[in-house]
């Protein structure tokens, strides 16, 4: 990506269109990735845990033997 975008600060300097703004302050909060499933998957793999949102809350205990 950054062959693509060649300058960071002439390409930060351009600036968002509203609707991105939202997307991108969103997955700041969260802090999951932003991109395509694939990009997220693949991240994913490389790291060895899981960055989508699952459901919230405890999750069930395994029953015990």
Known sequence: MAREIGSWRKFLALGAADENLGIMRRH???G???GSQTFVENMEKMLGRDLTR??????PR???R
């Open 28 to 30: 700041e909060r969260t």
């Open 62 to 64: 395994a029953p015990q």
């Open 54 to 59: 699952r459901k919230p809350g405890p999750k």
């Open 32 to 34: 999951r990735p932003l």
